[in-house]
Every structure is written in structure tokens, then in C-alpha cells.
């Protein structure tokens, strides 16, 4: 007799298919130590996102005062007391290495710290389910309501659900353009429709894709589109905690009086009452008891749950917990739990990120805030002048980072005897010419230099340009070739 | 398709009814947004025709309701432009040349517009840098036919040299073998002194009183006693390093048989006076003019 197939065989592996139509979850309200420590880090999140861009920090008369501010038309990153320019685009490389090895970290400590705490899909999300519940009611109520017909209350209640979510993701949109221009202003001119257009496209691009991912994709995001929770499971080992059933101590499964009952009998019940709590929090959807899942983003809610429901039935918290299977084997074995934060792996990661750290710190305090790059002409690279001298000419670029004008002196160091002349100086101190660079600025000036010709001169002669801030003193230089014709 | 409701046992789902061998099609319909998206396109497609040109006619296309036009639309923005560049290059009117050679900010705004006026109508003869070649003058370096000067510069640029213009610089070098006026052994004679009076090397039979006289007598009228030239008349300097045309015998004696006149065009109402006067301060900084 031919059993009867079902599809769901045809494309399903143990781990479950590769893709379900989404179901609705209805994650219910927890308390408990992990839901305090999410409730903070939420707060502490969505705080510093939406309020830094009203941080001040002056930085003098004409800069902008803005703590944090990415200024596109002027090319400046501002961060509080650090300006950076374009070309210096490689701390931002440097602050990527150490977020993805604070990533490895994390994980090699604690799982998907990452993933449960601090993702923005994971914050805006718990804000948006907190605020279904709020209206909507917990999870029974939801479910309740959505099985029977819509009514006006309920349909009431929807509405203003949706208006609470898309006044979240429009603030949240909001706050993201803040930080591209200065905020109060801003904030005034989006009040009275004067800012500019591009404001309101982002605002309305931010305010769709927070409203799409916190409030109807969700997990599916973690599960389908989100890279990490597969590179994640590739760097972990064995000694990592993580968010674990202790199946151990859980198993079998079965009910507080069938447990009495069995004990009774001298034989082994398990501490899991199978009450599905667990599954009813999970904001994911999943069943922790199901082992180490990728739908599982380590967010200790279903630990607050089964210590409730475990501090109740008068057993000892902990049934779910910060674990790993090699504790689970030793306990099944009889011998005592390791931990073991401090091994090679967290020992190299931490290592790496000190060194990174320490590259980019010394790199920032030793930048120059003075500098000059030189180019010389290409056409022509050398012109013969009528009384026999050679002349070559240059650009030469001058960068003041500091955020006041200053005057520098140019000298030249090359073939003997070579003169200096900077177009549009005069040439009061013709050896020495002296400009002008404005604050915060590049400044451009083409320069010549002169040297009698020397039949036994060689072809080509390093020049250098060496500039001097005649006030502070500060120096930097440039090299080239002063060459013959 | 006819009525057909067959339900395949194993997904559960409808067939279309067709089968190959055995083989049966599901029903798996497009989905729902691909197809209202795919209509959506088509209602556009008709409302792109009603409004855009669209379709090719005989003799022309149907222009749409919004006339537009891509050429209309790029002599737009060429407009716009050159309205934004009025705006910018105004500050070059009121200032003279030497004053926008001193202040930083209107020296890099002449040279950046004078360096792509030069690219678009100077370089074909001297070369992209102002290098020049034989009988295009070097711009580079501090020989100056007409004079190096700003205003000097300036005014060359507007009227040009030989150029046919009412205010163009005049005078030439007359073909002297060609209209009769020296003999061969005499030209041969006064190039070998000209190349003596910047220290070239003469020939070994070259007679250098001979060469003297016959210079007095046919050239310093222009080039000078000493042959240091005279820029009123555009005549070049004979004692110094950089020569035009080239300072070997042969040349020599090829310029004063047949003479030279280059010209360069007179620019005034082919480039707008803030475009010349950029132009003319782009020029001078090029080696720093005289």
C-alpha cells in the first residue's frame, strides 16, 4: 500500500524547510531578568539614535556645532572632537574591523549577544510588538480576536495600532536625516516645509523600511535576510554559551504530577513540565527545546519564561540558560561544568581589537593638520628660458586642517641656485614667498622654480617643497623632480 | 481551457490538465501582484504614447502632449549653464588683471576658465600645456614676441597677430633671397652671424665682419643693433636661447630666403571679454609672463 506523500517531505530536510509562508507570531509579555536588561539596552539604543544629533560641541566661530554630523557639501565628518576629511575614509574602515570583531567576540563569549540585544531589527521590533500589545492586548487576546469577525473596537484598536507603528518609524526616519545637517534647523525647516526635498524622500524611504521590518517581517528578516546568523554558526565553538535547554536536567518531558508519580517509582522524570512557555515568548517563533537553531536569536526571554514557570512549580530557575552541550555531556557524565571565557579564540579576538584600537588611536593623535602634495606639469616638463635657464613648474595643494587661517612660507630644496616664484605673490621675499591658507580648507598655488643650467647636471634632481606654519611652526614637505629639457 | 478540475493526489493542488507520458502540469498561476504589476505597466505604457513622443510617423514621430524633446531639454541645460557661469564669471569684470592675479580666490576661478577655454581653442596650436612647436611660440617660457605682460597678453589674444583684425599686431619677416633682395652666399653669411650672437658655433670660412655688415644693413632696422628683437613689430629676440623656428643654418637661412609671418586669429567676439580676460591671466601664469 503506497503511503501518501506529502510535499512538505519532498523539500524538507531536518532543519526544516528552506521556505514556509510566514505565520503570525504572538510573542507574550515576559518579565524577568533578561526583559529588564532588553527593556535598558532598548532605551539606551533608540536614545542615543534619536537624540545625538541635538549634542553640541563648538568648535569655534564658522564651524558647525553639531557633536555629530555627516556634512555631504562640505565633505566633513564631525565626531564630537574629531574632524575628518574625505581621504581619511579609512577610520571608517578601521571602526568596521572592530565592530566585526567585536562580533566574533561576542559570539565566542556569549552566542548572538548581537542578535538579542542590540540589532536594530531586534530593538525596532520588540518596540513594535510591546506597542501590539499594548493595544491589542497579550497573546491570547490577539489570538482570540483574529479567529473571530472583525469589529469595530477591534478594528479601532488596528487602526491605532498602525498610526502608533508609523509614528515610531517616521520619527525613526527623522532622526536619520538629523544627522546629515544641523538638527534644530532642520527639525524647523521640515515643521515648515522648507527643507529640502531630498529630506523628506529619505525620511519617507526610512519611515516604509522600519514600518516593513519591525512590523510585518520581523523574524523573517533574522531567518531569510540576515547573513549573520549562517556566518555566525561557521566561527562558533564548542565553548560558546548559548541561550540552552538543558535537556539534561529537562527531559523527559512531563507534567508536575506525572513527575511525582514517576519519582515515585524511583524512576527519572524530567524538571520540563512542557508548558510551552517558552514557545508562547519567543519572538522568533521557535522552540528552544529543539536544540542550537538559526531562528533562534539568543534573546533570554525564553529563560525569563521557564524561571517563571519553574520558581512556581517550586523547582530550581535555570532549566534554560547561558550553556553549551559540552557542559551538557560532562553533566550527563557525571563531572563538573567548565567555563572557559578565556581561551585562544577570545584571547586572539580580544588581542586584535586592543591592536586595531591602538592603530587608529595613534593614528588619530599623529595625524597632520598640516600638509602639501605637489604634482608637477605635465606639459611641458621642463621650459628652456632665454638667458639659457631651465624652469619647471608645479602645483602644489595645501591642506589646513586646523580651524583657523594661518600664513605658511614656501622653501624649495633642489638644484643649486634655484629660484622660487608662487603666481600672484609678490615677490617681496623672493626666496621665501608666503601665503595665506584658509581654515578647514585645501588652497592651491602654482609655483615655478628656476635653476641656471648646468651642462653636468644630471637629467632629473629631486625638489622638495617644504612649508612652514609661521606661527606654530609646523612643518610638512613634498618631493618631486626638477628636470632638464 | 475546458472544465477541469482534476486535483493532483500527491501536492494537492490543481493540474492544468495537460500531460506528457504521464507526466501532469500543475496549476501554479502567476502571482497575484506580478500580474496586477504587469497590467499596471501596460495602462503606463498607454499613458508614456499619450504624453511622450512615441510613435514613428512618415515623416516624423507623434511628439506627445508634453512636447519633450531631448535635444530642447540639453539646449536647456547648456543655457542654464552659461547663465550660472554669467554669474560666477561676473566678479572677473570689475577687477583689472593684475588684481585677479593677487586675490587667491579670483586667480583659481580665471585659470580653472582659462584652462578649458585653452583646451577647447588654443591647444591645437600650442600645444595642451602652451608648449607650442615650430612657429607656435612656447607659452611657457619668457621669450615674448608681442610682449608677456597681462595687458600685452590680453591684447594679443583679442586681435591676434597677422590676423587680418583692424587693431592686429603687424610686421613680418621679409623673404629676403626669394624677392631678390640678398644673395645666397650672403644669406648663408648673415645666418652664420646670427647664430653668433647667442654663442651658437658658425661655420669655419664664416666671415664675421661681412656678416655684421650685411645685418646692419637688411635687419636691425627690426631685430635691433644687437638683434634683441622688438616686440612693437613682433620681431623675435636673436641673442637669446629660444628660437621659434630653430637656430640651426639650414633653418636660418630658409627664414630669411622665404621670410615668415605666422599668424594667430584675432579672438575678440569668438570669446566673450570675462572668457579673454581669463584666458589672458591663465596664459600669464602659465610661466609667469614678463
Not at chain 1, 8 to 14: H, R
Not at chain 1, 25 to 37: N, T
Not at chain 1, 165 to 180: C, E, P, Q
Not at chain 1, 399 to 410: E, H
Request: hydrophobic content about 45%.
Amino acid at each position: 500500500m503506497n503511503k501518501p506523500v506529502s510535499p512538505d517531505d519532498l523539500i524538507t530536510d531536518e532543519d526544516g524547510p528552506l521556505y514556509a509562508p510566514r505565520r503570525k507570531l504572538y510573542p507574550q509579555s515576559v518579565s524577568g531578568r533578561f526583559r529588564s536588561i532588553k527593556w535598558r539596552l532598548m532605551v539606551l539604543c533608540l536614545g542615543v539614535y534619536y537624540l545625538l544629533p541635538f549634542a553640541r560641541w563648538n568648535r569655534g566661530l564658522g564651524a558647525p556645532d553639531q557633536a555629530v554630523l555627516i556634512d555631504f557639501p562640505n565633505h566633513r565628518f564631525y565626531f564630537f572632537f574629531i574632524e575628518l576629511w574625505p581621504q581619511e575614509i579609512y577610520y571608517f574602515t578601521g571602526l568596521l574591523v572592530l565592530a566585526a570583531l567585536s562580533l566574533f567576540l561576542m559570539n565566542a563569549l556569549g552566542g548572538r549577544i548581537w542578535c538579542g540585544y542590540l540589532c536594530p531589527q531586534t530593538v525596532w521590533t520588540d518596540l513594535f510588538y510591546a506597542v501590539e500589545r499594548l493595544v491589542e492586548g497579550d497573546r491570547r487576546a490577539q489570538i482570540k480576536a483574529d479567529a473571530g469577525p472583525m469589529t469595530a473596537g477591534r478594528a479601532g484598536r488596528r487602526v491605532l495600532k498602525h498610526a502608533i507603528w508609523l509614528m515610531i518609524a517616521w520619527w525613526t526616519g527623522g532622526a536619520w536625516v538629523l544627522y546629515f545637517a544641523d538638527a534644530p534647523t532642520l527639525v524647523r525647516d521640515l515643521a515648515t516645509l522648507q527643507a529640502p526635498a531630498i529630506a523628506y524622500v529619505w525620511i519617507g524611504m526610512l519611515t516604509a523600511s522600519t514600518y516593513l521590518l519591525a512590523g510585518y517581517m520581523r523574524e523573517q528578516v533574522c531567518v531569510y535576510m540576515c547573513p549573520w546568523p549562517r556566518i555566525q554558526a561557521a566561527l562558533t565553538d564548542e565553548l560558546a554559551l548559548n541561550v540552552t535547554y538543558k535537556y539534561d536536567r529537562g527531559e523527559p518531558r512531563c507534567s508536575v504530577k506525572k513527575a511525582f508519580d514517576i519519582r515515585a517509582l524511583g524512576k527519572n522524570a524530567g524538571d520540563c513540565i512542557d508548558c510551552n512557555q517558552c514557545v508562547a515568548v519567543c519572538p522568533t517563533g521557535i522552540d528552544i527545546r529543539d536544540g542550537a537553531q538559526l531562528g533562534c536569536i539568543q534573546c533570554g526571554l525564553c529563560i525569563d519564561a521557564c524561571d517563571a514557570v519553574m520558581t512556581k512549580v517550586g523547582r530550581k530557575t535555570g532549566l534554560i540558560g547561558y550553556d553549551n552541550d559540552v557542559n551538557v555531556q560532562r553533566r550527563v557524565a557525571g563531572k563538573g561544568e567548565i567555563f572557559k571565557p578565556v581561551r585562544a579564540r577570545t584571547v586572539v579576538y580580544a588581542g586584535l581589537i586592543t591592536a586595531v584600537c591602538a592603530m587608529m588611536v595613534y593614528a588619530l593623535m599623529s595625524r597632520t593638520l598640516l600638509d602639501v602634495n605637489v604634482l608637477h606639469d605635465r606639459n611641458p616638463i621642463a621650459v628652456r628660458l632665454s638667458d639659457g635657464a631651465i624652469r619647471n613648474g608645479y602645483t602644489l595643494r595645501f591642506l589646513n586642517k586646523r580651524a583657523f587661517d594661518r600664513v605658511i612660507a614656501i622653501d624649495v630644496d633642489g638644484p643649486a641656485d634655484a629660484k622660487l616664484h608662487v603666481i600672484g605673490v609678490d615677490a617681496v621675499t623672493p626666496d621665501r614667498p608666503s601665503i595665506v591658507l584658509a581654515r578647514d580648507a585645501t588652497t592651491e598655488a602654482r609655483v615655478l622654480v628656476m635653476a641656471p643650467f648646468d651642462e653636468k647636471a644630471e637629467k632629473s634632481v629631486p625638489v622638495t617643497f617644504r612649508i612652514t606654519d609661521i606661527g606654530l611652526g609646523e612643518v610638512a614637505s613634498a618631493t618631486d623632480h626638477f628636470v632638464l629639457p | 481551457m475546458s472544465e477541469h478540475n482534476e486535483i493532483d493526489h500527491v501536492s494537492g493542488r490543481s493540474t492544468t490538465g495537460h500531460e506528457w507520458d504521464g507526466i501532469k502540469e500543475l496549476n501554479t498561476p502567476l502571482p497575484r501582484w506580478w500580474v496586477l504589476t504587469f497590467y499596471a505597466t501596460i495602462v503606463w505604457a498607454i499613458g508614456y504614447w499619450v504624453v511622450y513622443p512615441a510613435w514613428p510617423l512618415v515623416s516624423g514621430y507623434t511628439s506627445g502632449l508634453f512636447q519633450y524633446s531631448t535635444r530642447a531639454s540639453v539646449a536647456t541645460d547648456l543655457a542654464d549653464l552659461e547663465k550660472l557661469r554669467g554669474q560666477k564669471m561676473a566678479v572677473l569684470g570689475s577687477a583689472s588683471l593684475a588684481d585677479i592675479e593677487k586675490e587667491p580666490a579670483l586667480l583659481a576661478l580665471a585659470r580653472a576658465r582659462g584652462k578649458t577655454v585653452f583646451a577647447d581653442n588654443c591647444a591645437p596650436c600650442h600645444g595642451s600645456g602652451g608648449a607650442g612647436a615650430k612657429g607656435y611660440p612656447n607659452l611657457n617660457d619668457d621669450d615674448w614676441l608681442w610682449g608677456g605682460s597681462l595687458d600685452q597678453i590680453m591684447q594679443t589674444i583679442q586681435f591676434g597677430a597677422r590676423s587680418g583684425h583692424a587693431k592686429t599686431h603687424e610686421g613680418q619677416m621679409l623673404a629676403f633671397g626669394r624677392d631678390g633682395v640678398l644673395k645666397k652666399d650672403e644669406i648663408v653669411t648673415v645666418a652664420n652671424y646670427v647664430r653668433s650672437l647667442s654663442g651658437l658655433s658658425t661655420a669655419p670660412k664664416f666671415d664675421a665682419a661681412a656678416g655684421k655688415k650685411i645685418f646692419t644693413e637688411n635687419c636691425t632696422s627690426c631685430h635691433g643693433d644687437n638683434g634683441k628683437g622688438n616686440q612693437e613689430l613682433g620681431a623675435p629676440n636673436l641673442a637669446d636661447r629660444i628660437w621659434l623656428y630653430g637656430s640651426d643654418e639650414e633653418t636660418l637661412v630658409e627664414t630669411i630666403t622665404n621670410g615668415r609671418a605666422g599668424v594667430m586669429p584675432a579672438w575678440v567676439g569668438r570669446l566673450d571679454p570675462l572668457t579673454v580676460k581669463a584666458l589672458a591671466v591663465y596664459v600669464h601664469s602659465l610661466g609667469g609672463g614678463r
